[in-house]
């Protein structure tokens, strides 16, 4: 990561095989407005985020950043480079990529990252995964926004994304991380 990165107030990290929704921008500002401090997951997945959804949850927490995007938080790139370079900590674990090394930081430092429900980023299934990950079945969001369950909701404003309090912790949907 570039010195800008790593002093940015934020920093958002995506892949080039996602379709994002008009006012991407003012919509992270209203996630970071919303969750200060918080690296957040902007693809979330699993039929544990779906349930929440249903139940009108707007994040939930877990140890699991999926690649496609996410926000990190001013000293958060820094940190990320630093733990992938120190010597002995299980970088031989699968998966080795850089979203499951900042799960693994992440545990490591006990700050889970906190899942936007609705997602506000989808992965294009119509471009091959250079990964392999085709088959991969959390490659797509179980929330997107596009689903009939956020009709309505304007993204754009912190007051959509508040909720007053700690959301809900939800295991890992990978299963690798609790």
């Not at 950043?65 to 630093?82: E, N, Q, S």
């Not at 754009?156 to 007053?164: D, F, L, R, S, V």
Request: charge should be negative.
């Amino acid at each position: 990561a570039n010195q800008y990165i790593q002093d940015a107030d934020v920093a958002v990290i995506m892949n080039d095989d996602v379709t994002i929704p008009a006012g991407f921008a003012k919509i992270v500002e209203a996630l970071v407005a919303a969750a200060p401090g918080e690296v957040i997951s902007l693809h979330a997945q699993g039929e544990v985020v779906r349930k929440h959804a249903e139940a009108g949850a707007r994040f939930v927490t877990s140890y699991s950043l999926t690649g496609p995007t996410y926000i990190l938080p001013r000293g958060v790139p820094r940190a990320l480079l630093d733990y992938w370079a120190t010597p002995g900590l299980g970088h031989e674990m699968q998966p080795n990529n850089e979203d499951g090394i900042a799960g693994r930081w992440m545990y490591s430092v006990a700050k889970p990252a906190w899942l936007c429900i609705p997602s506000i980023v989808q992965h294009d299934v119509s471009v091959p995964s250079t990964l392999g990950y085709d088959s991969h079945p959390h490659r797509q969001s179980t929330v997107p926004w596009t689903d009939e369950l956020f009709a309505g909701l304007d993204l754009t404003k912190p007051e959509t994304w508040a909720t007053g309090a700690t959301p809900e912790w939800i295991e890992n949907p990978a299963g690798w991380l609790p």
